[in-house]
């Protein structure tokens, strides 16, 4: 329910128009980062899997 409303209709699939969007973003630019990243402890640590 949304606003005391039931909501009828078929859900969209995950991600439906996601490949769209996000072109439409790099095309403007909109596609980077707002943060830098940040170091972590281990950061230059060789990882053992």
Excluded: F, V
Excluded at 1 to 21: C, I, S, V, Y
Aim: proline share 8%; glycine share 8%; aromatic share 6%.
């Amino acid at each position: 329910m949304k606003h005391d409303k039931a909501l009828n209709g078929t859900p969209r699939p995950p991600r439906q128009g996601w490949d769209e969007a996000l072109k439409s973003m790099a095309e403007r630019g909109d596609d980077r980062l707002i943060d830098d990243s940040t170091p972590t402890a281990s950061d230059g640590e060789e990882w053992e899997w």
